[in-house]
């Protein structure tokens, strides 16, 4: 199990750090702007949706956006009907990380790093060279997109290179009996499939990853694509715990939003649950790879779902006025 075991915990520890690093270079080089557009550009439904596309796919992060419009609504910045098109947003957005990685660049991983290493020393370099620059002073304002976009670039080329470790142990986990078993109760049933992305993405929080392991084993074929999509389905209904603990001692708006994102992620789980096969002949239609069908896989799926869900964002119902809690634990005056 050592040959299992300890290639697939240092590929993930890799990968891991890879996103975590894209998320945190990106969120420091834009993050400041986000609130406000997030409160500017939600002013229908539709914008929302736009908007937490776009910024979801800059952040690589839905959870991040989705915690962030939770904090807003919490904070009685946002109401929660302008949220609803954010929550559909995040869903499509996060669908860039997983296109990425379906274009087998693993090869780049260690190109990649080394141009962003150089990229980040130039724009040091070029800082700390300015004559003008007075002691403390802030750097150019061109110079803040090429040290971040150097990080996130880095971040992007550890994620690579930690799918390339997780996707050479496949041969090894083809060979064991527990995943015999396990492909022989998917092949039964599809919530087995469901029931591991699930699982797995709420233990490590990050959809984006459980989706790249189930990519990695069918690309070497040692896993049915059926089952790996079936795994996206759960991995999406996964990543709403994270969001939901986040809500969870918050204010009922911010609850509001958490479980609408559940909602919408178990609704579309539901309705693609039957049509799994259907959904792999689809993918099967762009792409010949199989890890690039599961990618495109989980792209139909969240596009399909946000965009059925978005005309449900414009029922009078969520503007509805609510009436005021009394205070001191008094009556509302007639």
């Known amino acids: 199990m050592t040959d299992i075991a300890l290639p697939m915990l240092l590929g993930f520890a890799v990968f891991m750090t890879g996103m975590k690093l894209m998320e945190l270079a990106l969120h420091r080089w834009g993050g400041g702007r986000l609130r406000h557009i997030l409160e500017k550009a939600t002013a229908t439904p ?6 937490g596309t776009a ?14 419009t939770i904090g807003l609504v ?3 910045l946002m109401s929660f009907p302008r949220t609803l098109g954010i929550v559909l947003g995040t869903n499509i957005g996060t669908c860039l990380t997983t296109e990425l990685i379906g274009l087998s660049l693993n ?3 260690v190109p990649l790093m080394a141009f962003s290493v150089l990229g980040w020393l130039a724009s040091v370099l070029l800082h700390e060279a300015n004559p003008r620059r007075a002691p403390a002073s802030p ?15 880095f971040g992007f080329g550890l994620l690579l290179l930690g799918m390339t ?8 986990v083809e060979r064991t009996s527990m995943f015999a078993w396990f492909v022989d109760r998917a092949d039964e049933s599809v919530l087995w499939g469901i029931a591991a992305g699930a699982a797995l993405t709420a233990a490590v929080h990050s959809s984006a990853a459980v989706i790249g392991m189930m990519m990695g084993l069918a690309a070497f074929g040692a896993m049915p694509v059926e089952i790996g999509i079936a795994a996206v389905l759960g991995a999406n209904v996964g990543t709403c715990f994270t969001a939901i603990l986040a809500a969870s001692g918050g204010m009922p708006g911010g609850r509001f939003v958490a479980w609408a994102h559940l909602l919408l992620n178990v609704g579309g789980c539901l309705l693609f649950a039957p049509i799994v096969d259907v959904l792999a002949l689809a993918s099967g239609w762009v792409s010949a790879s199989p890890a690039a069908q599961i990618a495109h896989a989980q792209t139909i799926f969240n596009i399909v779902c946000s965009l059925l869900a978005l005309p449900l964002c414009y029922l009078p119902i969520w503007n509805r006025p609510r009436p005021a809690r009394p205070k001191d634990g008094g009556r509302l005056a007639a």
């Open 165 to 172: 470790v997780m996707q050479s142990i496949a041969p090894a």
């Open 74 to 76: 919490n904070a009685g």
């Open 139 to 153: 750097e150019p304002g061109w110079l803040k997109p090429l040290r971040f976009g150097s990080l996130a670039l």
């Open 107 to 109: 090869r780049s991983a």
């Open 55 to 68: 910024i979801t796919a800059a952040l690589q992060s839905s959870t991040a956006v989705t915690v962030m």
């Open 46 to 51: 539709l914008h929302g949706l736009l908007s």
